[in-house]
């Protein structure tokens, strides 16, 4: 079968990206051994990741790294199936390995699954009578957006049929007065915007993935994003959305209403679901208005308390204007003057925070922004600042900020934990890593969305060292959850972080998500093997 495009940019990203490029953190390797606690087998995470590196190979099958799961009671594919799947989805269905193998593997290149057929549906029919026939011959089903995740979540395990959303990529109405969109579950984030900006809109999420993520994935992950400070996430941004349940049932809750007080809030159930409850098929998004101003602004700080007091300051005085602060430590800016090669404007300080307004009138919120930093600057919270106006030279500071990740990449070997902690102990996982590991590492890193409270906490050296991973994994975890803090701030559990759930729910919590999961799904064909430990 001839490929598509699509197809083949997947497949080029699979070569170019994932293997040569892989990150210590998040490739799983696992070799037999007589201990098959979970901190043994995830070790082998960044001994492969070292391989992956020095030569180009296929990542290992998920099956063989994670060997204490096993395949469930799910029936395999056959040839009768085949010629079903082709009555309903004539042409679209793929079986050649080179048309799916860019299926198979995450975005990552972490986790890579044995699926031998992808159906592409084009409607919410198609993928109603899909789901209609898996069930009754009980055939485990994995739904896939822009694949775009880094936990293994959009991807088979074992065979599981790949259900691809990429041709449901209509765009069904839009209120310009209203902003409510209504669009299918494959419109990729940078289509959406593409349509709506000659409308003056724009959707509420903006992500570094905007070109390839697609709507249903993100909100089947329930993505952030960069100004989820000022727009919000998901759970309160989508109106409606339409799901096929794992019997085929529609379940069609596509309200573009703001406000539906009727009932129990289904839709919010999918929302952040992975995919494990139903196929999100539409949505009704509400979009805000393009901002026609956007200003930034970088500020150094030396305490920890004064950036707490600089974000404190920033709601305050600028309010409806503030669209998002991160948060950089020292050695996230040197890590990118280093390695990039990137400048900073400011000199050196302990912590740096861009800050950016996003409203309607350029001298306004300017005059806003500056007299913010003013009086951090009068009063000694704040020893440097620089603020930008031109596109440019905002694009410049946000460089710094979102280049952080890729110049970590340099050092080596990076362990990466993206977590949510409450904003009083923002940092002290930084601080306590730092004394955890020593001197025995490149360097501790922590940056992330102050606003929202999510640290990203790396660290980095040469090579995978078992001991390095050993004083890491499960205390990062541990120090999360006796902080009641959320082990996984974006992305969701996948595979990957499955054995964690218990360290940010109670078990009446668990048990509640398995009988819904029952409830909604009983013979566990959607997305199996994921967000649950065994």
Known sequence: ??????????????????????????????????????AVWRRRVHNSAALAQKRPERVQLSSERFPQLKRGDFARVSDRDLQVFERLVPSRVL??????????????????????????????????????????????????????GLVGGSVPVFDEVIISLSLMDKIISLDEISGVLVCQAGCVVDKINGALEPHGLMTPHILGSKGSCQIGGNISTNAGGLR?????????????L?????????????????????????????????????????????????????????????????????YDAAKTMLQEILS???????????????????????????????VETSGSNAAHDEEKLNSLLGYVMENGIVGDGTVATEPSKVQALWAL????????????????????????????????????????????????????SDIHLNVTCPQHSDQ??????????????????????EHGMGILKRDYLYHSNTGPAVLLMKQLKKLMDPKGILNPYKIFPD
């Open 468 to 489: 390095i991973f050993d004083a890491l994994e499960p205390w990062v975890y541990d120090w999360v959850a006796k902080c009641k803090g959320s082990v996984s701030a």
């Open 95 to 148: 079986t050649e390995p080179d048309d799916i193998e860019g299926h198979n593997v995450d975005w990552s290149g972490t986790c890579r699954g044995d699926g031998q057929v992808l159906l592409r549906p084009k409607t919410t029919e198609e993928v109603s009578a899909i789901l209609r026939y898996c069930n009754g011959r009980r055939l485990a089903v994995v739904p896939q957006g822009g694949n775009t």
């Open 1 to 38: 079968m001839r490929r598509s495009n699509a197809i083949r940019y997947a497949l080029e990203q699979y070569t170019s990206y994932r293997v040569p490029n892989i990150q210590c953190a998040q490739s799983l390797w696992y070799t037999q051994s007589t201990n098959n606690s979970f």
């Open 228 to 240: 989820m400070l000022r727009y919000g996430n998901l759970h309160g941004n989508v109106l409606g």
């Open 401 to 452: 900020r979102e280049n952080v990740a890729v110049a970590l990449r340099r050092d080596g070997c990076v362990y990466k934990y993206d977590v949510t902690v409450p904003m009083s102990r923002f940092y002290d996982l930084v601080v306590d890593t730092r004394e955890r590991v020593g001197t025995d590492v490149t360097r501790v890193v922590g940056y992330g969305h102050l606003g929202e």
């Open 324 to 354: 998002a602060v991160e948060f950089m430590d020292r050695a996230s800016m040197e890590v990118v003057q280093e390695n990039l090669q990137l400048t900073c404007p400011l000199g050196a300080h302990r912590y740096y925070l861009l």
């Open 242 to 310: 339409e799901a096929v349940l794992a019997n085929g049932d529609v379940l069609d809750c596509l309200s573009s209403l703001r406000k539906d007080n009727t009932g129990y809030d289904l839709k919010q159930l999918f929302i952040g679901s992975e995919g494990s409850l139903g196929v999100v098929t539409a949505a009704s998004v509400l979009c805000p208005r393009i901002p026609g101003a956007v200003i930034v602004a970088l500020l150094g700080c030396d305490s920890f308390a004064q950036v707490l007091q600089t």
